[in-house]
């Protein structure tokens, strides 16, 4: 599972644009997103690298999150 804190992400659009970014990037992987803690985690085999740039394209500023 992947994590990303994307301090950006304030409103019902950028859950959009993030959701429509993820998915071109990783079709069929699990999302789930938080606009209360903006964070966002994708399930399944994600290449991180490649999420991360998807989100960046859409023009939000992702930080991977690592897991304890």
């Given at each position: 599972?992947?994590?990303?804190?994307?301090k950006?992400?304030?409103?019902?659009?950028?859950?959009?644009?993030?959701?429509q970014?993820?998915?071109?990037?990783?079709?069929?992987?699990?999302?789930?997103?938080?606009?209360?803690?903006?964070?966002?985690?994708?399930?399944?085999?994600?290449?991180?690298?490649?999420?991360?740039?998807?989100?960046?394209?859409?023009?939000?500023?992702?930080?991977?999150?690592?897991?304890?």
């Open positions: 599972m992947l994590e990303f804190e994307i950006d992400m304030t409103c019902g659009h950028c859950v959009s644009a993030i959701t970014a993820v998915n071109a990037a990783a079709p069929g992987a699990e999302l789930d997103i938080s606009l209360d803690t903006q964070r966002i985690r994708i399930g399944g085999d994600a290449d991180a690298g490649l999420i991360e740039s998807a989100i960046r394209e859409a023009g939000y500023s992702p930080l991977r999150v690592e897991a304890p």
